[in-house]
C-alpha cells in the first residue's frame, strides 16, 4: 500500500513563504510525476507544479516565479517552496504522485489528505 504524508501549510502573511514536503511510502517500485495541486474554497482543484521523474517542470502561470518544486528521488519526496504568497494562493494543497508498484504496472495516481494555507494579515 502507498502513502503520501504531507508537512507544511499554515497561516503566512502576504509576502511570506511556506515550505511543503510530502513524503512516498510502501510498496514503490518506481515513481514517474509528482506534484502539487490545490483546490480554493468553491473553486475545482488545479494542477500548482508538478516534477517529472526526468526532472523536468511545470508551473501554473499564477504561480511562476515565486514558487519552486524540488525533489529527493532518494527519499522518494517532492519540496513547494512557496514564496512572496498572495491571499489568492489561500486554498488546500494537496500532493499527487504518480506511482508504479511493479513492474509490469503502468502506474496511478496517490494523494495526500491535503493541508491548509492561509494567506493573510
Known amino acids: 500500500q502507498v502513502q503520501l504524508v504531507e508537512s507544511g501549510g499554515g497561516l503566512v502573511q502576504p509576502g511570506g513563504s511556506l515550505r511543503h514536503s510530502c513524503a512516498a511510502s510502501?510498496?514503490?517500485?518506481?515513481?514517474?510525476?509528482m506534484g502539487w495541486y490545490r483546490q480554493a474554497p468553491g473553486k475545482e482543484r488545479e494542477l500548482v507544479a508538478v516534477?517529472?521523474?526526468?526532472?523536468?517542470?511545470n508551473y501554473a502561470d499564477s504561480v511562476k516565479g515565486r514558487f519552486t518544486i524540488s525533489r529527493d528521488y532518494a527519499k522518494n519526496t517532492v519540496y513547494l517552496q512557496m514564496n512572496s504568497l498572495k491571499p489568492e494562493d489561500t486554498a488546500v494543497y494537496f500532493c499527487?504522485?504518480?506511482?508504479?508498484?511493479?513492474?509490469?504496472?503502468?502506474?496511478?495516481?496517490?494523494w495526500g489528505k491535503g493541508t491548509l494555507v492561509t494567506v493573510s494579515s
Open positions: 516534477i517529472r521523474r526526468g526532472g523536468s517542470t
Open positions: 499527487n504522485a504518480e506511482i508504479r508498484v511493479g513492474i509490469l504496472d503502468n502506474g496511478m495516481d496517490y
Open positions: 510502501g510498496s514503490i517500485f518506481s515513481i514517474n510525476a
